[in-house]
T-cell receptor
Framework: DGGITQSPKYLFRKEGQNVTLSCEQN?????MYWYRQDPGQGLRLIYYSQIVNDFQKGDIAEGYSVSREKKESFPLTVTSAQKNPTAFYLC???????????FGPGTRLTVL | GQNIDQPTEMTATEGAIVQINCTYQ??????LFWYQQHAGEAPTFLSYNVLDGLEEKGRFSSFLSRSKGYSYLLLKELQMKDSASYLC???????????FGRGTSLIVHP
């Protein structure tokens, strides 16, 4: 059963703590992406990775970090430097044969 | 820069037809995506238009005019479950990273 998984679905953290969001895919896609979604806003790109061991900053990378050590995994760390981390975080991977992105179920992060 | 515009909210009646418009301004345009997103859930893929014209998929159709920087999503025989946000996204450049609009919230009422 192929797809993209994100865990956990809901996450609560205290201000000043770093937190890592998981994203795994078994679709054999090379490219993976992290987006942030806030109410009334479109999806904003945080980081993306076109291939293993390589990643690029998106439009709003400040306060975030990523790694891409395996093709299947693209975890996102929200650091204490991120000023307003409470949001819905979406991970996606791209099917290069159709250029279509497919999304995981998302993680809703609330920083208290 | 890149700019995607779509209406914030639309309402329609069950069984009717609704057209959601999207205009875009982007360099190195590759194609136009439409996604459906129910509240609290992930976006799901609806269509990807690369060439001009209308593509039909069941009750949903999507149209693209590259020269006008314009697309629309047409939903026929509306059902209550079609109440959702519809995201327009323009892909551009060699990396095919889409730029998303803010989404159009569609409310279908009986």
């Amino acid at each position: 059963d192929g797809g993209i998984t994100q865990s956990p679905k809901y996450l609560f953290r205290k201000e000043g703590q770093n937190v890592t969001l998981s994203c795994e895919q078994n679709l054999n896609h090379d490219a993976m992406y992290w987006y942030r979604q806030d109410p009334g806003q479109g999806l904003r790109l945080i980081y993306y990775s076109q291939i293993v061991n390589d990643f690029q900053k998106g439009d709003i990378a400040e306060g975030y970090s990523v790694s891409r050590e395996k093709k299947e995994s693209f975890p996102l760390t929200v650091t204490s430097a991120q000023k307003n981390p409470t949001a819905f975080y979406l991970c996606a991977s791209r099917d290069s044969s159709t250029d279509t992105q497919y999304f995981g179920p998302g993680t809703r992060l609330t920083v208290l | 820069g890149q700019n995607i515009d779509q209406p914030t909210e639309m309402t329609a009646t069950e069984g009717a037809i609704v057209q959601i418009n999207c205009t875009y301004q982007t360099s190195g345009f590759n194609g136009l995506f439409w996604y459906q997103q129910h509240a609290g859930e992930a976006p799901t893929f609806l269509s990807y238009n690369v060439l001009d014209g209308l593509e039909e998929k069941g009750r949903f159709s999507s149209f693209l005019s590259r020269s006008k920087g314009y697309s629309y999503l047409l939903l026929k025989e509306l059902q209550m479950k079609d109440s959702a946000s519809y995201l327009c996204a323009a892909a551009s450049g060699g990396s095919y990273i889409p730029t998303f609009g803010r989404g159009t919230s569609l409310i279908v009422h009986p």
